[in-house]
């Protein structure tokens, strides 16, 4: 029975560990480039955010769009979308000082 309890409790460990182990690191907030090219740049381009600002032109709804829809589209962790939307709004607050 010992046994059979030591056992069970190596076992039990190391697929914690390999949990931890696997489980994504939260991004931080300077992240957000690494994240758009890890759940979007494979579909759309850093452009392509101009575009979707366009249809949202007030940041708070844009903001609240784009979380919404990122939590379904490929970026269901809190800490991704975040980083996601914080790199989507520098790029347009960029591109409108090139202005």
Known sequence: MMINLCRYSTVLLAAAVMGFVAMPPA?????????????????????AILRWAERYPETEARIEHYDSFLEGHHAPNDD?????????EETLA??????
Do not use: K, P, Q
């Open 94 to 99: 960029a591109e409108s000082t090139e202005d």
């Open 27 to 47: 991004l931080a907030d300077d992240d957000g480039a690494a994240a758009f090219d890890a759940n979007c740049a494979t579909c759309h381009s850093s452009g």
């Open 80 to 88: 991704t979308r975040a980083a996601i939307i914080a790199y989507m």
